[in-house]
């Protein structure tokens, strides 16, 4: 069962999304009550490395919870896959992290009960947060009970749409639905100018956003000739950091 590791913060607690210790770094210094760590944001965030993890529980003065996804795409895990996660989970709970995030699906759009409740088993006395896989079940007030009944402590969603704005009503109706039985963490397209907006409209307690820029690399020769992956060859020239200005200010306006 999820155990909140923050001491009181003031409502909503903020949680941000990072890549990369140079990501957690930013967020806790403007101000973030907890972070998401992940690596390459770009496919949604999948798990980053044990080397990333130690760091940031050398560094980081927040709780941060870390993503366990092999990879990008769907939330349909192979048998191999899954047990690289059960690996992962039990890995970063003997690490002493604060928590674990992770989601599975079976293919007919339902949570995958029997693997959530291994891997929550398996976390142990950490905080598990089932992520946006929750986004993509059939039935959400059905997958939210799947997820209670798996002992997950939290949820991370957008009410099914792109964005919190769009997905407001049922953002409301899911915490309505949860009670005191699991946490709604609201997430999607937030920022300075919704966030307020969106608690006062849904009652969340927790909200999670990433505050993203693109900053050129430091380089100086670079080949244009060669890619490390898909067909946009500058990409190895752009670095995705997070914007510690726009964080202070989202968070902000969220507890003002």
Do not use: W
Not at 51 to 61: E, K, N, S
Not at 142 to 170: F, N, Y
């Amino acid at each position: 069962m999820d155990r909140i590791l923050t001491q009181n913060p003031r409502l909503p607690l903020i949680e941000i999304c990072v890549e990369g210790i140079d990501g957690l770094l930013a967020a806790q210094a403007a101000g973030a009550d907890r972070v998401e760590l992940c690596a390459s944001l770009v496919e949604g965030g999948i798990t980053p490395s044990l080397g990333t993890v130690r760091a940031a529980l050398d560094q980081a003065t927040v709780p941060f919870h870390v993503m366990v996804r092999p990879r990008g795409g769907d939330f349909l895990y192979s048998e191999t896959e899954y047990r690289s996660m059960l690996a992962d989970v039990a890995a970063l709970r003997d690490l002493g992290v604060a928590g674990v995030v992770f989601g599975c699906l079976n293919s007919d759009g339902t949570i995958d009960e029997q693997r959530m409740s291994e891997l929550t088993k398996a976390a142990g006395p950490i905080n598990v947060t089932c992520h946006r896989a929750f986004d993509m079940t059939r039935d959400p007030a059905e997958a939210l009970e799947t997820l209670i009944r798996c002992k997950v402590g939290r949820v991370l969603t957008s009410g099914q749409r792109d964005t919190a704005v769009e997905g407001s009503a049922l953002l409301a109706d899911l915490v309505r639905q949860a009670g005191d039985r699991i946490i709604i963490l609201g997430c999607g397209g937030l920022d300075l100018h919704n966030i307020a907006d969106i608690r006062a409209r849904t009652g969340l307690s927790e909200m999670h956003f990433a505050a993203l820029r693109e900053g050129p690399s430091g380089m100086v020769y670079r080949n244009s000739k060669v890619g490390m992956g898909g067909s946009d060859l500058d990409r190895e020239y752009r670095n995705t950091l997070t914007d510690e200005a726009a964080v202070a200010a989202t968070i902000a306006a969220a507890k003002a």
